[in-house]
């Protein structure tokens, strides 16, 4: 198994990190988090010579979702979103509206629904689906040995917003400690915004996780 990370791309309103990711040998690629910009991403995609064998969201917030639908149709790679969250996915237009002021265009449709444990690969590359509910409830991290893809769910210093529509704060609290910090502390976090950390730094020095951290 291995996993090359393409490029890291910040797109869309609200900054989000899109990452395309997969095996270079075989040319075969992923994309986490198409948040906008799909037609600078699909020409980076191009350019690189490689096929996409699935396109990835970790939640359904408009700013992780953008760019899925046009990128859906240029490449013909199925779209991935977690159940739980087709009612954020419905919220998409109206939530644009309320948080951006404008009119977006309508959801992507939804292809695969991914579940705890199940893993999406392209070439040898496996992500394994890790359900990570709490910012929102069909909230997903990706996993892949050393790797993990953790969307809004934790970041460097941070972790994801419990107050939109179906958020839970201790929930959350719960799947960083029980399930992502188990990973080990090694393990590379690529969050849904801002730079990329350790299992080990948000242990040890996210002030909102606290003594949980230690204790994992």
């Known amino acids: ?14 900054d989000c990190n899109c990452y395309v990711v997969g095996d270079e040998i075989a040319s075969r690629a992923i994309v986490i988090d198409p948040g906008g910009d799909a037609a600078e991403l699909a020409e980076s995609i191009q350019a690189r010579g490689l096929e996409v064998d699935a396109i990835v969201a970790t939640h359904a917030h408009f700013d992780h979702i953008l760019g899925a639908e046009a990128l859906r149709r240029r490449t013909g790679a199925p779209f991935y979103l977690h159940g739980d969250d087709r009612p954020l996915l419905d919220w998409m237009q109206e939530s644009g509206r ?7 265009p309508p959801p992507p449709a ?10 999406i690969s392209a070439g040898s590359c496996d992500l ?15 996993w892949s040995g050393e790797t993990l893809f953790a969307g809004d769910t934790l970041f460097s210093g941070s972790i994801g917003r419990s107050d939109l529509p179906g958020g839970d ?3 959350l609290l719960e799947v960083i400690v029980n399930k992502l910090f ?3 502390g090694g393990v590379r976090v690529f969050p849904g915004h801002g730079p990329e950390t350790t299992i080990e730094r948000e242990k040890t020095f996210n002030p909102f996780v606290g003594n949980r951290g230690a204790n994992s």
């Open 182 to 184: 188990r990973l080990g």
């Open 98 to 104: 309320l948080f951006l002021g404008v009119d977006l």
């Open 169 to 171: 704060s201790e929930t």
């Open 128 to 142: 394994q689906v890790i359900h990570t509910p709490g910012h929102s409830p069909g909230s997903i991290s990706l």
């Open 1 to 14: 198994m291995s996993l090359t990370i393409f490029e890291r791309r910040v797109v869309g309103p609200l």
């Open 110 to 119: 939804v292809d695969c629904l991914p579940a705890e444990g199940d893993v």
